[in-house]
């Protein structure tokens, strides 16, 4: 979780959200990415899903069964749909979707618990992992007089 932190703190500097998230497969980092919507111009490009695209290319599979992926928040059902699709095994999140929410992004507040039930994935759901650290990042971002959301 420290690694996608500090991904979203790089993307806090680099005048982007503050988003991080960091994909581990037996012990070792697959990939580490920060939100990157406005650098992208892609409301997709979501630090989850540049995860998974980077894990993907780095493992040479689609599959990322065995997988855990850190993210400094909840993911959104966007992200939270592409991690099931890849197979990942768990998900471990800090801030909360409500969290996110709060702070004047316009998420769709869905639970991943909700998610997870409705749709029946197979997800583990690791929640509120270093809850105050990611909470941190929001008012790292919040103290910036240029920030954007989305």
Known sequence: MRRAIAKAREGIAAGQTPFGACIVRDGRVAAAEHNAVWDA?????????????????ALGTVDLSGC???????????????IHWAK????????????????????LPIPNQTM????????????????????????????KSDRRVY
């Open 41 to 57: 111009t892609d409301p997709t490009a979501h630090a989850e899903v540049r995860a998974i695209r980077a894990a993907c290319r």
């Open 68 to 82: 855990v992926i850190y993210s400094t928040c909840e993911p959104c059902p966007m992200c939270f749909s592409a």
């Open 88 to 107: 990942i095994s768990t998900i471990v999140f800090g801030a909360r979707i409500t969290d996110a929410q709060a702070l004047g992004f316009s998420e």
């Open 116 to 143: 997870k039930r409705e749709g029946g994935s197979p997800v583990e759901l690791v929640p509120d992992f270093l809850r105050d650290e990611c909470l941190a990042l929001f008012r790292e971002f919040a103290a």
